[in-house]
Nanobody, 114 residues
């Protein structure tokens, strides 16, 4: 499975951004897809995931601000981020699990700054 993440950029505090992760195959055949992030000097952490059945899971600290969704026809998973804070600055990585194998996209940088 190849994953292509896009949509990162510079946004002001309080702003919104939507990331996209396009998969090279039908996402219905992928057990779980999601987003992780890694801030400078920190470990990679879970942001949100969505299963092939549509169940979602979020990092507790991000619930209410971030939303993971998908467009099955486009083989794409999205991460909509609202009320962004400087501490959300990180490289965001798309992730997929299929057949017990984990796949990663190349990451997209999100910078929240005034």
């Amino acid at each position: 499975v190849q994953l292509q993440a896009s949509g990162g950029g510079l946004v002001q505090p309080g702003g919104s951004l939507r990331l996209s992760c396009a998969a090279s195959r039908s996402i219905l055949g992928i057990f779980r897809m999601g987003w992780y992030r890694q801030a400078p000097g920190k470990q990679r952490e879970l942001v949100a995931t969505i299963t092939s059945g549509g169940s979602t899971n979020y990092a507790d600290s991000l619930k209410g601000r971030f939303t993971v969704s998908r467009d099955i026809a486009k083989n794409t998973v999205y991460l909509t981020m609202n009320s962004l804070k400087p501490e959300d600055t990180a490289v965001y990585y798309c992730n997929a699990i299929k057949g017990g194998v984990e796949y990663w996209g190349q990451g997209t940088l999100v910078t929240v700054s005034s």
